[in-house]
């Protein structure tokens, strides 16, 4: 059975809240899904056959607490990551300007200096126009599964 891990990055829940509205879409296509809410570079390793981030952004486009150490991390250790092949889910508020979903653009340019392969667009999310980040999540995950042909065999 095929992999896939949700690597979140959250301060009040928002984003894991999407993690978990959204694992059941992956399970439904035949993958095994972890939700990582603390994430570690060993969480990496084996690297899933899938990876998805989902990641708010706090302060002037700053990871949340819980995924600054993993980010550094990515920094400062970089592990291998040509094998990886990942989406990336940013939650932002457009009213902070510049650096609306600056921790998930942040971390999709890091990843891609790792050498990681993101799988279509970047869904960001701005919670000036969606009250329930869900509501957007979904229906990107689901397109997301079929453009992908993510379905397990």
Known sequence: MPSIKIFVGTMYGGALDVAEQVAPLFEQVGYEVSIIE??????????????????????????????????????????????????????GDSSYGETFCGAGRALDALLEDLGAQRLG??????????????????????SWIDEQGLQAT
């Open 38 to 91: 603390q994430p570690t570079l060993d969480d990496l390793d084996p690297l899933p056959d899938l990876a998805l981030f989902c990641v708010s952004t706090t302060g002037s486009g700053d990871f949340p607490g819980n995924f600054v150490p993993f980010a550094r991390d990515l920094r400062e250790s970089p592990p291998a990551l040509n094998q990886c092949r990942y989406g990336l889910i940013a939650l």
């Open 121 to 142: 667009e970047r869904l960001e999310i701005d919670a000036m126009e969606t009250f329930m980040a869900d509501d957007a999540a979904i229906p990107w995950v689901e």
